[in-house]
């Protein structure tokens, strides 16, 4: 199975996906997993398992706030809203 480290920032909507739905509340010091790049720098990421892939998600305040975004907007594109269920005012001051 391949490891694929990926930065916030190319982040698909399938793996964002996978990391909302393995951390629904956030993600703790117990979670991030630290080892060191090709450049000997250490690296801390969340890791998720997909059926071809383990993604290694670099870890920083930007993964956090566009975790609590994406699940945001989840949770407002599954309302269960109905234009059925909206109530338009009538406008009763028009002029005519």
Known sequence: ???VIV????LTNE???MLVE????????????SFKN????????????AE????????STRLASTMENF???????NDDISSDDVEVP???DSED
């Open 1 to 3: 199975m391949k490891r």
């Open 7 to 10: 930065d916030y920032k190319k």
């Open 15 to 17: 793996i964002l996906s």
């Open 22 to 33: 393995k951390y629904p509340d956030g993600y703790g010091d117990d979670d991030i997993i």
């Open 38 to 49: 090709a450049k000997n720098e250490t690296v801390d990421a969340l890791e998720v398992r």
């Open 52 to 59: 071809d892939a383990v993604y290694l998600v670099k870890v």
């Open 71 to 77: 699940e945001d907007e989840e949770d407002y594109s």
């Open 90 to 92: 009538e406008d009763n």
